[in-house]
């Protein structure tokens, strides 16, 4: 079967992702990211949409960015303001989350090869780039080829 899973926010850009999967797959799963995030308003639109599109969506919570982070973008800071420069980071703004696309995509194939999934669709956009060193073309390259032979 021609399967695939979707890196689903419940954004726009991974909604689309979702979407264009649909039409082109026979079978297609989600996985959402819970990493105690600002705009966890996004887990709940990923669930909604799943359902409406009759997709199963695996929720997975990761608390390592909690733990460790420093971003604006986590709920833990939930008093320092995403719209301005990294404090420690001024070059990057201050939603930066290192590794952050790099964990999503390796938890998502582990979970594609559980599931017997055969194609990893995330919706990051070139735009996002912002100096995040995960966004790429040479990192996603890298991390496709290391992890191609498995699916």
Not at 42 to 61: G, R, S
Not at 94 to 116: L, W
Request: glycine share 4%; aromatic share 12%.
């Amino acid at each position: 079967m021609n399967s695939a899973l979707v890196v689903f926010s419940g954004g726009q850009d991974s909604t689309t992702c979702l979407a264009w999967a649909k039409n082109r797959y026979d079978y297609v799963e989600t996985i959402t990211f819970n990493y105690h995030q600002k705009h966890s308003i996004e887990i709940e639109q990923a669930k909604k949409i799943a359902k409406i599109l009759n997709v199963p969506n695996y929720v997975v919570t990761i608390d390592i960015f909690a733990q460790l982070g420093d971003s604006a973008l986590l709920e833990v800071n939930k008093d320092q303001d995403i719209n301005i420069p990294h404090h420690a980071k001024p070059n990057l703004p201050a939603s930066f989350v290192p590794n952050r696309n790099a964990m999503f995509f390796t938890i998502a194939h582990a979970y594609a090869q559980k599931q017997g999934l055969k194609h990893i669709i995330t919706g990051i956009n070139q735009t996002d780039y912002s100096g995040y060193q995960i966004l790429n073309l040479n990192t996603h390259s890298f991390i496709f080829q290391s992890q191609k032979h498995f699916l």
